[in-house]
């Protein structure tokens, strides 16, 4: 990779999802990203939990209703206005789903990544994150998120959105549950961070510490899941 931002531009996975019900994927509740990682030789497959049950969110109770959870591939058919879509269901908590094979239903294409002229990822294909041993954050580590925001939905699932780079995102503290509380630079607006939800944080080596999962509107600061949670549900997930 040539740098920490194409990691993370190849690595993150934009999301739509949908009731379960909805089989033809025609009414999206929302978007949002994942991400694969590469996991005991495992493909494991990671968004955030209310991307999958966002019914229990609204409710504030756990229900039976789980969405289905589609990754746009970026493969469109412009003559009749289509996007391919890898639909996942069956997650496990927060939520992820550890592959039976490793493999993947079809290429899921990385557009260009370019910002004021300058590329920092050509076009090719997404990538997995090989999951090494995690190393604790310091407050010293300066780390960035990348993906899609402002996501807009036209003549059917043509998909028109922004490319979004948040950099020097800084471990404040861990809040009660033990999840990075990250400060950021200037205030959180809506609008530059809808739709990164589920997507994975780097440090400046390309280490990859966590997952997004809150940000609110006029606050400085941005709540990640550790990796290192992640991988123990997945341990645990693996047993059985």
């Known amino acids: 990779m040539k740098n920490v931002f194409e990691l993370s531009w190849r690595a993150t996975l934009p999301l739509m999802f949908f009731k379960r019900e909805d089989e033809t994927y025609s009414n999206p509740l929302g978007f949002g990203s994942g991400f694969f990682l590469l996991y005991r030789d ?70 260009r990544l370019e910002v004021g002229g300058e590329i920092l990822s050509e076009e090719g294909e997404k990538m997995l994150i090989p999951m090494k041993p995690p ?9 960035l998120v990348t993906g899609l925001v402002q996501n807009d939905i036209v003549r059917s699932m043509c998909i028109e959105r922004k490319a979004a780079i948040h950099e020097d995102l800084q471990l404040k503290e861990l809040d009660r ?7 950021y630079p200037k205030s959180v607006k809506r609008e530059e961070w ?10 400046d080596k390309g280490d990859c510490i966590g997952m997004i999962i809150r940000g609110a509107e006029g606050y400085d600061t941005i709540t990640v899941v550790p990796i290192h949670k992640i991988l123990k549900l997945i341990d645990v997930a693996m047993c059985f």
């Open 42 to 111: 495992r493909y494991v497959f990671v968004t955030a939990d209310h991307n999958t049950h966002s019914e229990d969110f609204e409710k504030g109770e756990r229900t039976s209703a789980e969405n289905t959870v589609c990754i746009i591939t970026e493969q469109v058919d412009y003559e009749n206005f289509l996007t391919a879509l890898i639909p996942i269901t069956g997650f496990c908590d927060i939520s992820f789903k550890v592959f039976e094979e490793n493999s993947i239903p079809m290429k899921i294409l990385s557009p």
């Open 135 to 143: 190393i604790p954050l310091s407050k010293d580590d300066f780390c």
């Open 177 to 183: 549950d033990g999840y990075y509380v990250m400060s």
């Open 194 to 203: 809808a739709g990164l939800s589920g997507a994975p944080v780097f440090n």
